[in-house]
């Protein structure tokens, strides 16, 4: 059942916090609705779930158009704090359609891509809140800034002008044991206080998943990303 998945993992998230000496309520619970059917998202609508994260704009476009717009069945209050975040990759010729849709982008990777967000962001008079994607060393994933060259971009987006940076987000490689994760969550946070040092404000850090975002939250993490622990497996295809 949905409603007990989602227990558990609140009071894993609050224990982990509060072992790590910190305030449960800085850690917000991401739910990844990627490859879930509407109705286990209106399922955890109503329990009480208010940030939805997808990895594919075309697919969260039908979603949310579900619940958002003109003619739909879905109350104000319903649907009030609800978030959608974009945690995949994304490319420049979707940036549109991903300002229009999301609250938040945690896959910010390039200049270009930025250049294109505050473009795109101007023209609807948004200010697009963004995190930005580090690659860290030894993980071969495709996606994401490197350590180099994140000191640099960091401060390009940081002078945008219809762009808020927030913080930074990571997907380090699969490891049966969660404890292996825990240098590229302690890496992200240390490159965070770097940053902070060098005077830029980056309060948020995406870190954690379904078997890890405890070690994650005891490396800092304000945002754990869960689909599977949650919704159950999601098929292969
Ligand atoms: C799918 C996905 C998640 C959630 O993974 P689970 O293991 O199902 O919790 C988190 N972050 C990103 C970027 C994802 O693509």
């Given at each position: 059942m949905l409603i007990d998945n989602v227990t558990d993992i609140l009071n894993r998230m609050m224990r982990a916090a509060v072992l790590a000496d910190r305030s449960p309520d800085t850690v917000k619970l991401v739910a990844v609705t990627k490859k879930v059917e509407i109705e286990a998202i209106e399922e955890a609508l109503d329990i009480g779930i208010r940030v939805f994260g997808e990895n594919?704009?075309?697919?969260?476009?039908?979603?949310?158009?579900?619940?958002?717009?003109?003619?739909?069945?879905?109350?104000?209050?319903?649907?009030?704090?609800?978030?959608?975040?974009?945690?995949?990759?994304?490319?420049?010729?979707?940036?549109?359609?991903?300002?229009?849709?999301?609250?938040?982008?945690?896959?910010?990777?390039?200049?270009?891509?930025?250049?294109?967000?505050?473009?795109?962001?101007l023209k609807i008079n948004k200010t697009q809140r963004v995190l930005v994607q580090v690659k860290l060393a030894g993980d071969e994933t495709r996606h994401g800034v490197s350590e180099e060259k994140m000191m640099s971009l960091l401060k390009e987006i940081s002078g945008m002008s219809n762009i808020q940076l927030e913080g930074l987000m990571t997907m380090p490689p699969f490891f049966d044991d969660p404890e292996q994760t825990r240098p590229y969550f302690r890496r992200l946070r240390e490159l965070r206080d770097e940053a902070e040092k060098a005077g830029l404000l980056l309060p948020e850090l995406s870190m954690g998943m379904s078997h890890d975002f405890e070690v994650a939250i005891q490396e800092g993490a304000t945002m754990v990303r869960i689909g599977t622990a949650l919704f159950g497996e999601r098929s292969k295809q």
């Open positions: 594919r704009v075309q697919e969260a476009k039908a979603k949310i158009e579900h619940f958002r717009g003109p003619g739909k069945d879905f109350t104000e209050k319903a649907l009030s704090g609800v978030q959608w975040h974009l945690i995949g990759n994304l490319q420049k010729n979707k940036a549109k359609y991903a300002v229009h849709l999301f609250d938040l982008i945690h896959t910010m990777d390039s200049a270009g891509l930025a250049e294109e967000i505050d473009r795109q962001a």
